[in-house]
Nanobody, 126 residues
């Protein structure tokens, strides 16, 4: 799976942005789609997740401000970001997790494979 993020940019505090994450290639057995972000000098952290059945969850820091959605026809996941704050400044990455299973002779368990994009920079000015 190839993943490409877009939509980042410079926005003033209180503004909005919509990020897009489009996947191509072997898009099957998708387990979940996750938006992460990495601020300068900090570790990458999950921001929003959508399980393939549609359930979503968010980091406490963005609940009520960010929303994740998916366009199945376009193989695209979106992150709508509202009421942006300077602390939201980061590179935002998208991860399409594909679920695979081992053969019964190997244990038959399931595992996920990460497919990352290169990220898109969001800068929120105060």
């Amino acid at each position: 799976i190839q993943v490409v993020e877009s939509g980042g940019g410079l926005v003033q505090s209180g503004g909005s942005l919509r990020l897009s994450c489009t996947a191509s290639g072997d898009i099957y057995n998708i387990h979940s789609m996750i938006w992460y972000r990495q601020a300068p000098g900090k570790q990458r952290e999950p921001v929003a997740i959508m399980i393939n059945g549609g359930a979503t969850n968010y980091a406490d820091s963005v609940k009520g401000r960010f929303a994740i959605s998916r366009d199945y026809a376009k193989n695209t996941v979106y992150l709508e970001m509202n009421s942006l704050k300077p602390e939201d400044t980061a590179v935002y990455y998208c991860n399409w997790q594909r679920e695979e299973s081992r053969s019964l002779s190997e244990g038959g368990d399931y595992y996920t494979i990460d497919n990352w994009g290169k990220g898109t920079l969001v800068t929120v000015s105060s």
